[in-house]
């Protein structure tokens, strides 16, 4: 039996079957796709299930205001995936006349969808030969072909493995197949011994130790600027970047710093002492927030709300917060 007829054999009796988004939706596969993204089934299977229930069709999505969708994916992180999702959904929408488009070149167009994505949403929802290549698949191809490198050139090499195993029948089991392959079998630690691909598998037990990048630190210091009639101010952040459209505290870059942007914001009120320091760690690089209390007697006129103020309070729907963010939100206003 080939590679493939292997794959294939040993995801009948050992893959997954009954995950929420195997169902023949190509909204709520690619809903599923990229949420998957950088993110286990685990942690997604849930944030699924609530998208699933809030937002059913691509319309409801394409409708609704980008406010919510961050809201709903906060704590998922890598939050640019939000903002895509719902930025493809109105132009399905508008593009597509609601349809979403089977071909490689209209998926690829649409923002937050790159090859191995459109792969995967070719191959689940029309069961399209198309190949993928996430971290699993490429975990799997790289140590049953012996492949080390890391570079462009070995991830050419891959793709050609990833098109020549992809079969032109029973695609979107053997998409699921090969990614559950990676992901049961094939692991950091693999498991050999029950691996269907042993036999022929190049893979000697060890691995050069994956570049270590050290990981640049940088502090803020985040302001809990509150007033007990008017709640927690909070800041809607640049529609880019890391935390891109989210609702976060007003931020400086250090202690010194803090005094002369009340001011800038129109608060005369003196800072309180410094909390404990909250580190979060992000990809490429980990950040310290400093959060310091500073409690208002009279907000005044200066700080009315408007479409990137507002003030929070914990009777009112949850805005979409980074995940620190809401952490040091709901301390404080537990114990304000
Ligand atoms: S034999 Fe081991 S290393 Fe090779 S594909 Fe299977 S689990 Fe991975």
């Not at 169902?23 to 609530?50: C, G, H, K, N, S």
């Given at each position: ?72 994916w906060s704590g998922l992180g890598y939050y640019a995936r939000a903002r895509n999702l719902h930025a493809s959904a109105r132009l399905v929408m508008d593009r597509h006349q609601g349809r979403f488009p ?235």
């Open positions: 039996m080939d590679f493939t007829g292997r794959v294939l054999a040993w995801y009948q009796r050992h893959g997954r079957h009954d995950l929420p988004w195997q169902v023949p939706d190509p909204y709520l596969r690619w809903l599923a796709e990229i949420m998957l993204q950088q993110t286990t089934v685990t942690a997604a299977r849930p944030y699924f299930e609530r998208f699933r229930a809030r937002f059913p069709t691509l319309e409801t999505l394409a409708q609704a205001p980008l406010d919510d969708v961050l809201a709903l089977q071909t490689l070149p209209e998926l690829l167009a649409l923002p937050g969808i790159g090859l191995s994505t459109a792969g995967a949403i070719l191959a689940f929802a029309f069961g399209i030969p198309a190949s993928i290549l996430d971290a699993n698949v490429r975990r799997v191809l790289s140590r049953y072909h012996g492949i080390t490198d890391r570079d462009a050139k070995a991830t050419r090499r891959l793709w050609e493995h990833a098109r020549a195993y992809t079969p032109t029948h029973d695609v979107a089991d053997y998409t699921q197949a090969i990614m559950d392959l990676g992901a049961l079998v094939c692991r950091k630690a693999p498991q050999c011994s029950i691996c269907p691909l042993v036999s022929a598998c190049s893979f000697k037990g060890e691995e050069p130790p994956p570049a270590r990048r050290a990981r640049p630190e940088r502090s803020v210091v985040m302001a809990l600027i509150y007033q007990a009639n008017a709640g927690l101010l909070l800041l809607r952040r640049p529609a880019s970047g890391v935390w891109g459209g989210l609702w976060s505290l007003p931020e400086c870059p250090t202690l010194p710093d803090l005094t002369p942007y009340l001011a800038s914001l129109g608060f005369e009120a003196a800072p309180g002492a410094p909390g404990a320091v909250l580190r979060h760690v992000f990809t490429h690089f980990a950040l310290s927030i400093t959060p310091v209390p500073v409690l208002l007697t009279n907000i005044g006129t200066c700080a009315s709300e408007n479409r990137d103020m507002m003030w929070y309070q914990r009777c009112a729907a949850e805005p979409g917060m980074p995940a620190p963010v809401r952490r040091l939100v709901n301390q404080f206003l537990e114990t304000t």
